[in-house]
């Protein structure tokens, strides 16, 4: 439209590059949750439970596309917010360059829960995924994992706590403690 340029995310995930334009802001919604942009470098991500806002470069305003919620945040460089689907935020910070490794074929991972590695993993494998421990899932990863592989990633994720893959099928993992 001649006052503003928008996106809608219906699923998965998506980077943008945003060029400065303040005549026509840059809009993103993805279910409740909207980011608005003039020029910047983004991710926006649909995880379990909610949407992931993540800034590489710039500032994004993130708040609610339909009045879902009221709260707004304002993002730098280095942070991201998590909107669960009641309207909870949650901001972290994040390294720029851990944000959209997916981009380059890699899930990048400071500090993440097995469970949300694991979330991100289901993207990449055909099959399921079942991890079978609540309390596995809580336990906190990092490293660099090939999205090519998610497997020989979800083994990888696995040894640093001691827990095990088994392929139960062609089209099922199943990880638990050992």
């Given amino acids: 439209e001649a006052g503003e340029r928008r ?5 998965g995930e998506a980077f943008f590059q945003v060029k400065p334009d303040k005549g026509r802001p840059f809009r993103v919604v993805a279910g409740d949750v909207q980011a608005l942009v003039v020029g910047t470098s983004f991710d926006v991500r649909w995880e379990t439970g909610g949407v992931s806002v993540a800034v590489q470069e710039g500032v994004v305003q993130v708040g609610a596309s339909e009045g879902a919620f009221t709260a707004t945040e304002r993002l730098e460089a280095g942070q991201s917010v998590k909107v669960a689907r009641k309207g909870e935020i949650r901001r972290a910070d994040e390294p720029p360059h851990l944000i959209a490794g997916w981009r380059q074929g890699q899930l990048l991972a400071q500090d993440r829960s097995l469970r949300d590695a694991v979330d991100e993993l289901r993207r990449y494998w055909r099959g399921a995924i079942i991890l079978t421990d609540d ?30 893959v088994r392929r139960v099928t062609p089209w099922v993992l199943v990880i638990s403690g050992s």
Avoid at 7 to 11: F, G, I, P, S
Avoid at 138 to 159: F, K, Q, S
């Fill in 7 to 11: 996106v809608r995310l219906l699923q």
């Fill in 135 to 164: 309390a596995l899932g809580d336990l906190r990863i990092t490293g660099a994992y090939n999205l090519d592989d998610p497997e020989e990633a979800l083994r990888g994720m696995a040894r640093a706590h001691g827990a095990e």
